[in-house]
């Protein structure tokens, strides 16, 4: 598999995808023709999605189709060369995909080897479940059951920041929960700015900062270009 998994599309106050554009590029090799697919946005026209990416990518020559745009959606996962999924609300793209069916669709393409590029919420259907996002359940999927591209949680937009007078639960404390609760399960905490990239069966962490395992209850950090091919079991 071909997998470039971004925990955001923005890092500090960078351009929309600036900070993966390098990434994005050499995940898709040749490949210069995208399937788009913007079911996260919520508050978002698929339309003005659709050019955003656009926007964003056209410094690379890539042509960018949205998967709406089709009468078929299946068909138009089969036909794809590459697929790239965008951030929002997890919940909201999960319960399209299972809606139009595409969850088998996209994890036979990805098995064969069809680049999948996702951020934010496109990232964390790559993992087992979405049990770890950080999104509000404002739509009930039919399960919480992901692509599995990964045998792991993911969790992006990782911070351990907690605000002065902040009296709820931090990301860690949830993640703790998870943990109790499914203690033979990691998860990879992505901060802003980083990602998981697989290729050639290595699996390896990139970015400017640590990110960390969360297993069995216990915390790692984990270092830039750090391989984490361990964890694909």
Same mark, same amino acid.
């Given at each position: ?9 923005? !890092? ?19 490949? @210069? ?25 056209? +410094? ?31 919940? !909201? ?27 934010? !919420? ?8 979405? @049990?770890?996002?950080?999104?509000? +359940? ?9 692509? !599995?591209?990964? /045998?792991?949680?993911?969790? /992006? ?13 931090? @990301? ?24 998981? @990239? ?36």
């Amino acid at each position: 598999m071909n997998l470039l998994l971004l925990s955001s599309s923005r !890092a500090h106050n960078s351009e929309y995808l600036a900070p993966g554009l390098t990434a994005i590029n050499e995940t898709l090799g040749n490949i @210069r023709n995208v399937l788009f697919i913007p079911f996260a946005g919520v508050r978002v026209s698929y339309d003005d999605y659709l050019s955003m990416v656009q926007n964003a990518l056209k +410094p690379l020559g890539i042509t960018v189709q949205s998967i709406h745009q089709f009468d078929d959606p299946v068909f138009a996962v089969e036909q794809a060369q590459a697929v790239m999924v965008g951030g929002g609300n997890t919940f !909201a793209l999960l319960a399209k995909l299972y809606q139009f069916n595409l969850i088998d669709a996209i994890k036979h393409k990805v098995a064969g080897g069809m680049p999948y590029i996702g951020w934010s !919420a496109g990232s964390n259907i790559a993992g087992l479940t979405i @049990r770890t996002t950080n999104d509000m +359940p404002i739509i009930e999927p039919p399960s919480f059951c992901a692509l !599995a591209l990964l /045998p792991v949680q993911l969790n /992006p937009h990782y911070t351990d920041f907690v605000p002065e007078g902040f009296h709820g639960e931090t @990301r860690d404390m949830r993640l703790a929960e998870f943990m109790h609760l499914a203690p033979n399960t990691a998860i990879v905490g992505l901060p802003e700015g980083t990602a998981l @990239r697989l290729i050639n069966g290595q699996l390896s962490y990139e970015g400017n900062e640590n990110g960390y395992v969360f297993l069995g209850g216990t915390k790692t950090a984990i270092t830039p270009t750090e391989k984490l091919t361990k964890l694909l079991g």
